[in-house]
């Protein structure tokens, strides 16, 4: 029977399998000893070893699509970078920061400015020309109103969504009002999973339709982006690639440089002052890091 790794913890894997049940799986032999370890999102191959306690064996990892650094899940098809629009003010340095690694990974985002009922049209203008230039679709939500829900919905059918974000943004709450019968922390298979202390230390996929999947990955609230050269760093930007063609050096890094595209952008307004202050900022943090 074939289903998908929704969670592991302590050698067991989760798999939500064709049945729509849930089984306790313990990972054979061959895959520790070919240090191929089971992720979170793998689709796998299980037999049923004891159907009254729902236990099985995984016996087969199929192919993988795609692999995430962090959080270490496999298969995802896209994020939803979710931040607050107003209480607290968004961040938008660690919003950037969550795209930049998600652009390095390879993963499309969708970013959702949630608690959108607190703010005015203005404010949505400005926030959605920020990241609409930059190439990213953006939602603008709110779990009091159902402002931008059914949007959601539409843009996880069918996908393998990580939802990334600080806390405070309302990612739980988004979740919840998405599937009535399967909250965060409560249903079957929440109680399923349950193992105390570990319930909040690891990835964990929520089904929510057919072929639809949520990645709730507790405590992904800031990123380092040590993997990436400061050198690099503009690439993780989509809207300064097109720019980055009219610079007359070569290896410019879009600083101080003259006759730099990407300062030219940012005077004409093609990228926003917002998205460049946040790669100077990651920029020089990267450089730093580099030191040691």
């Known amino acids: 029977m074939q289903g998908k790794i929704i969670k592991g913890i302590a050698g067991f894997y989760y798999v939500h399998a064709e049945d729509e049940q849930v089984y306790a799986c313990r990972a054979r032999g061959i895959f520790r000893k070919d240090k191929y370890k ?3 999102g793998d689709d796998v191959v299980i037999s049923v070893t004891d159907q009254k306690d729902m236990e099985g064996s995984l016996d087969q990892i199929l192919p993988r699509k795609s692999e995430l650094i962090r ?13 607050a629009a107003a209480d607290p003010v968004p961040n938008l340095v660690l919003l950037d920061r969550f795209l930049v690694m998600m652009e390095y990974q390879k993963v499309p985002s969708v970013i959702c400015f949630n608690k959108a009922d607190l703010i005015g049209e203005e404010e949505k203008r400005i926030f959605s020309d920020m990241y ?3 190439g990213y679709p953006v939602v603008f939500s709110s779990t009091r109103t159902g402002e931008g829900l059914q949007e959601i919905q539409e843009r ?11 806390s405070g943004a309302g990612k739980s709450s988004i979740a919840n009002s998405l599937q009535s019968e399967i ?3 409560t249903g079957e298979i929440s109680k399923k999973l349950g193992r105390g202390r570990h319930t909040t230390r690891h990835a964990q996929i929520i089904p929510l339709g057919e072929n639809t999947y949520l990645v709730d990955t507790p405590g992904f609230s800031s990123i380092f ?4 050269g400061e050198e690099e760093l503009w690439y993780y930007l989509p809207e300064f690639r097109e720019p980055e063609k009219n610079c007359r050096f070569q290896g410019c890094r879009h600083i101080s440089e ?16 917002s998205r460049y ?3 100077m900022l990651l920029h020089e943090e990267l450089k730093e890091a580099k030191k040691y």
């Open 225 to 228: 982006l040590p993997e990436i």
């Open 183 to 185: 909250h965060m922390e």
């Open 38 to 40: 089971p992720l979170v």
């Open 156 to 166: 996880l059918a069918g996908k393998t969504t990580v939802v990334a974000g600080p």
């Open 132 to 134: 609409v230039k930059a």
């Open 71 to 83: 959080p270490a899940v496999s298969n995802v098809d896209q994020a939803l970078v979710i931040f």
């Open 258 to 273: 003259p006759d730099c595209g990407v300062t030219s952008a940012v005077r004409e307004g093609t990228i926003s002052r």
């Open 277 to 279: 202050d946040s790669y």
